[in-house]
C-alpha cells in the first residue's frame, strides 16, 4: 500500500512505487487516495478528482493500481483501517508493506493506534530528499527492535518489520509545490505525467482560489 492525498499525484509517488515493486519483488503496489485525510486540512479538491488523476498517471503501468478503498468508507481515512482491509482481502499469510516517506514516517505517532499498524503489515520509509530531519522519540520508541537492513529479513514474517530504503530515483517533488507553482501559473512540466497536466488543464484544478496550502 501507497496512500497518499496525492493532491496531485506526481513523479515522486509513481516512480517510488514502480521501485517499491522492483526493489521487494511485490505482487502489485495499491496505491489508494485518502478520502478524509486524518491529519491535515480537507484538500480543495474532492477524493473523486484525486482518484482520476491517479488514475491518469497510472495509465498502464505494470504492477501499480488505483485502489479506490477509502473513498468508499465515510469519516477519516485511517490507515489501520485500509491495512485491516487489505489483510481481509489477501489472508493473514501474506505480506503486506505500508510504504511512507520520510515526512509522514517522522509523524507515525501522531496516528491512530500505530502499534496496530505492525500488527497488519511491514512498514517501509521512503527517503525523501526534501525531507531529512532526526526521528522523533516517540517514533523511536514505537519502532523500537523492529528494524530490518534487507527485504529477505523483512519477508521472512508477514508484518511488523521496519526498513529504511533509499530508492536509486530519489526526487525532491512535492505536491505543495506543484500547487504553488500552477497556482502562480509555472510549468510543472515533467514533474507529473502529461495526463495528470491535462486532467488539471481541462478541469482548471489547483487556481489560487483552490489552493489547499
Ligand atoms: N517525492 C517523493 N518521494 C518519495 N515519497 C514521496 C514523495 N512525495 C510524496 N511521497 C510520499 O507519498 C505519500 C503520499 O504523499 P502526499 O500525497 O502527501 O504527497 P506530498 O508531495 O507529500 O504532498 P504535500 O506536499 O501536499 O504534503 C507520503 O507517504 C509521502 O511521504
Ligand atoms: O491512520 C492515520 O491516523 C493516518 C494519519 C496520517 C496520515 N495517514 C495516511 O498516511 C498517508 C500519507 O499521508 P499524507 O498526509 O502524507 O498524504 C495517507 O494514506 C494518509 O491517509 C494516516
Known amino acids: 500500500m501507497l496512500g497518499g492525498t496525492f493532491d496531485p499525484v506526481h513523479l515522486g509517488h509513481l516512480r517510488s512505487a514502480v521501485e517499491l515493486h522492483e526493489a521487494l519483488g511485490l505482487d502489485r503496489v495499491h496505491m489508494i ?3 478524509v485525510p486524518p491529519h491535515r486540512r480537507a484538500p480543495g479538491v474532492d477524493a473523486a478528482r484525486r482518484l482520476a488523476m491517479l488514475e491518469a498517471g497510472i495509465g498502464d503501468t505494470p504492477g501499480l ?3 479506490d478503498r477509502e473513498l468508499r468508507r465515510q469519516g477519516p481515512s485511517y490507515s489501520g483501517d485500509t491495512l485491516a482491509s487489505l489483510r481481509r482481502d489477501y489472508g493473514a499469510r501474506a505480506r503486506l508493506v505500508m510504504a511512507v516517506g520520510a ?5 507515525l505517532h501522531q496516528w491512530r493506534d500505530p502499534q496496530r499498524l505492525f500488527e497488519l503489515a511491514h512498514v517501509v ?3 525523501r530528499p526534501d525531507h531529512r530531519q532526526a526521528l522523533p522519540a516517540e517514533v523511536n520508541r514505537l519502532i523500537a527492535g523492529r528494524e530490518v537492513d534487507t527485504a529477505g529479513a523483512l519477508f521472512a ?3 511488523g518489520g ?3 530504503l533509499r530508492l536509486p530515483s530519489r526526487m525532491a517533488i512535492s505536491a505543495t509545490g506543484l500547487r504553488e507553482r500552477l497556482a502562480e501559473g509555472r510549468s510543472v512540466r515533467y514533474l ?3 495526463a495528470v497536466e491535462d486532467y488539471i488543464r481541462v478541469h482548471d484544478l489547483y487556481r489560487w482560489q483552490e489552493l489547499s496550502g
Open 33 to 35: 487516495p485518502a478520502h
Open 65 to 67: 493500481v488505483a485502489d
Open 103 to 107: 515526512d509522514a514516517f517522522f509523524k
Open 125 to 127: 520509509v521512503i527517503d
Open 157 to 159: 514474517r508477514s508484518a
Open 162 to 164: 521496519v526498513l529504511h
Open 192 to 194: 507529473l505525467p502529461r
